[in-house]
């Protein structure tokens, strides 16, 4: 037997949330999807996530959201990890850290499903290496849960093929986020890892990374402060989408996946609480 494991990349603001809402339902029934992972760090206004959108995304069809390095923008959030086990945050953070580097998941076929996430460290903020703290959660996954899906938030795509490789063969999935750009590297690894350095971003494309243009130009063109508030135009979905053999673990494929949506007019609604700005980030 075999499942289908839908792994999207970072929910931009409300028209990423859009997307999700208007288009996962029907992509879970026609691509016979078992299990969806959503990176939801910046879900909330381009930065952090509420407990009301976590519960959008969930009843959108989401069954695990991952986090990274906004995982705290938010103080709604606490209370979220402290007590949710479909919400996740880099296991690599400080051990004082409120929250949870990996949980299990439950498809509704009965399979148990791992699900983990680390951070990088180049071009990042400082963090414990991700290695012995992959290894050790994967230490921590019972022995009989052989379907093990990890999310690398890193900014180098170097750091992210080489996670890939590390992994190759222990887990059944490794995909990258935090760039909000996807690659083309999608490919199953020689042990059985279906791979991929970043699925990109679920959001508005007509943007700098999910960033109004004219507001990232400024800020690159003169250097100024420039608040970096969420765009609208070419919301799409993207992921990619891996089957795997449930008896394994193994990848049996893996493919990109990106799905248009309608594009909406208004980037904020009561759900963002604040816009997230953040000068010169994402």
């Known amino acids: 037997m075999s499942m289908n494991i839908l792994c999207l990349g970072d929910i931009i603001g409300r028209p990423g949330r859009q997307v999700i809402m208007e ?27 509420t407990p009301a959108i976590f519960d959008k995304l969930l009843a959108a069809g989401v069954n695990v959201c991952t986090m990274g390095d906004h995982t705290y923008r938010r103080r709604e959030v606490i209370k979220l990890l402290e007590t949710s086990s479909q919400l996740i945050r880099p296991g690599n953070f400080p051990k004082e850290s409120i929250g949870k ?103 508005p494309y007509a943007s700098v990374l999910g960033r109004r243009t004219e507001r990232v ?8 402060p420039q608040m970096f508030d969420v765009a609208t135009g070419d919301p799409r ?28 007019t208004v980037a904020y609604d009561a759900d963002d609480n604040r816009p997230g700005y953040r000068k010169g980030g994402y």
């Open 23 to 49: 288009c996962l339902p029907d992509f879970i029934k026609s691509r016979n999807v078992d299990l969806v992972v959503a990176n939801a760090e910046n879900s909330a206004g381009g930065s952090g996530l």
């Open 101 to 203: 580097g990996w949980t299990l998941a439950k498809t509704a076929g009965g399979v148990s499903v791992a699900v983990l996430q680390v951070m990088g460290r180049v071009y990042m903020d400082p963090i414990d290496s991700p290695y012995p703290v992959i290894d050790r959660m994967l230490e921590e996954v019972p022995r009989d849960v052989l379907v093990r899906v990890v999310d690398f938030h890193a900014e180098a795509s170097s750091e992210k093929v080489g996670m890939g490789w590390f992994l190759d063969g222990r887990v059944s999935v490794c995909f990258g986020t935090h760039t909000h750009t996807p690659t083309a590297d999608a490919r199953v690894l020689p042990g059985g890892t279906a791979f991929i350095s970043d699925v990109g971003m679920t959001g």
């Open 217 to 224: 130009l400024k800020f690159f063109t003169t250097g100024m």
């Open 237 to 264: 979905m993207s992921g990619i989408l891996a089957t795997i053999d449930e008896k394994t673990g193994k990848a049996v494929s893996i493919q990109r996946v990106e799905v248009h949506g309608t594009e909406q």
